[in-house]
């Protein structure tokens, strides 16, 4: 599932503001008399990676063209009703994300985007 982004300019700030994109949904091309750049954020999807218990995942990666923006999804495996399963920590960075899981293992997804003009 793909996301698609758009630049809504907002009036009394320099930067636009990025909105989710509905169905039919035109980006404003100037506020104010000024011009307001044109792009869409298309967002999906990084590989969906499971690590096993109390270690690092592998990491999820962005498809070609892509970039990691952030984590997207962490999914705890095993019996949700355990006091001691939870996320230890996550990373995200160029390369992907990855997350340490303790109780039990984890999916992770990074969230990738790139900028369609």
């Known amino acids: 599932m793909s996301l698609l982004f758009v630049a809504t300019p907002v009036v009394g700030q320099a930067t636009p503001v990025l909105r989710q994109a509905k169905a039919g ?18 967002c999906t999807a ?3 990676v499971t690590g096993q218990v109390d270690r690092w995942s592998p990491l999820s990666t962005c498809p ?29 960075d160029e390369r992907g994300c990855k997350a340490w899981c303790i109780g039990d293992g984890c999916t992770v997804e990074a969230r990738c985007c790139r900028i369609n003009d």
């Open 46 to 48: 990084g590989l969906k």
């Open 25 to 42: 949904m035109e980006q404003p091309t100037s506020v104010q008399g000024q011009t307001v750049p044109k792009f869409k954020l298309e």
């Open 64 to 92: 070609s063209g892509y970039q990691v923006t952030g984590l997207g999804r962490i999914d705890l495996q095993g019996d949700h009703n355990r006091p001691n399963l939870h996320v230890n920590d996550f990373i995200c």
